[in-house]
Nanobody
Framework: VQLEESGGGLVQAGNSVRVSCAVG????????VAWFRQAPEKEREFVAG???????WYANSAKGRFTVSKNNANNTVDLQIINLKPEDTGVYYC???????????????????WGRGTQVTVSS
């Protein structure tokens, strides 16, 4: 599977943004994809995604303002963020296959696939 992120850019605080992860080499329904964010000088962290059974998962910090969805027509997994805050700034990556636990977090195995990321910068 190949993954490629798009969207993002420079956005004002309070506005919304949608980033997309295009899935190549198979149907989006066949690949559990998750979104991660890496803020400046911080480690990459889980944001939201889908597990293999189609269930959606959200990090506690993402609940309420982040929505992950599948677009079967475009074969993408999208992440919409509303009411953007400066702390949302970072590079957003999608990865597969997402492995999600009952703790409410997902990770990508070492043998998994990552996209190159897309930058989201929120100005105050």
């Amino acid at each position: 599977v190949q993954l490629e992120e798009s969207g993002g850019g420079l956005v004002q605080a309070g506005n919304s943004v949608r980033v997309s992860c295009a899935v190549g080499g198979g149907a989006v329904s066949d690949h559990p994809v998750a979104w991660f964010r890496q803020a400046p000088e911080k480690e990459r962290e889980f944001v939201a995604g889908f597990s293999s059974n189609g269930q959606s998962w959200y990090a506690n910090s993402a609940k309420g303002r982040f929505t992950v969805s599948k677009n079967n027509a475009n074969n993408t997994v999208d992440l919409q963020i509303i009411n953007l805050k400066p702390e949302d700034t970072g590079v957003y990556y999608c990865g597969a296959p997402a492995k999600c636990s009952v703790r409410g977090e997902c990770h990508i195995p070492r043998a998994g696939t990552w996209g190159r990321g897309t930058q989201v910068t929120v100005s105050s």
